[in-house]
């Protein structure tokens, strides 16, 4: 019996997904129109227009510098770090505190450059993408008044649908004019 109880009291508190499209609103004014969507992929737009493609390979390239500026300072760092193992033994303790202390300053100071380079690199990303979305919202605007739309979606925020309205190759090849 409680079991049957939980069971009900489970299924009425589950949401209930209706095919059935949902009846209109009662008060909607005549003059609302209805919605005609449009769907982009933005990650799509960035990975195939040629502006997508320079910002990827601008920041490959920098990532590799860093990366290889970063890996010397890192090798010698770890040499240091062997040698100070094998000196541990022989030095005092006064001495061996100091030398530990200046090891771990200079463990830190090359993961503090770490991280500036990796957030110099995702600054320059993201004033790039902004600068990508400048020129895309005119070229997208346009494309709407063309179509006579009212509704642009990503097309991460689309579950289903029946007709193809992504106009995501349609905006990167007017992108890639501009």
């Not at 030398?99 to 090359?110: D, P």
């Not at 494309?143 to 007709?163: H, K, Y």
Request: proline share 6%; no cysteine; net charge positive.
């Amino acid at each position: 019996m409680v079991l049957t109880f939980a069971i009900a009291v489970a299924l009425s508190a589950a949401p209930q997904f209706s095919v059935a499209a949902p009846p209109p609103p009662p008060g909607k004014p005549a003059g609302t129109p209805n919605p005609k969507i449009l769907v982009i992929d933005r990650a799509a737009i960035l990975r195939g227009s040629v502006v997508g493609q320079n910002i990827m390979k601008q920041v490959q390239t920098l990532t590799a510098s860093a990366e290889n500026m970063l890996k010397g300072q890192d090798a010698a760092l770890r040499q240091e770090g062997a040698a100070l193992q094998q000196q541990l033994a022989i030095l005092s303790a006064s001495v061996k505190a100091a030398k530990i202390k200046a090891f771990q300053a200079k463990q830190a100071a090359l993961q503090q450059s770490v991280q500036t380079q990796q957030g110099l690199i995702q600054g320059g990303v993201l004033k790039a993408r902004q600068q990508v979305e400048q020129a895309l919202g005119p070229i997208l605007q346009g494309i709407m008044a063309e179509r006579g739309a009212n509704l642009l979606l990503d097309r991460n925020a689309v579950v289903l649908g029946t007709v193809d309205v992504d106009i995501t190759g349609v905006a990167i090849a007017r992108l890639n004019q501009k």
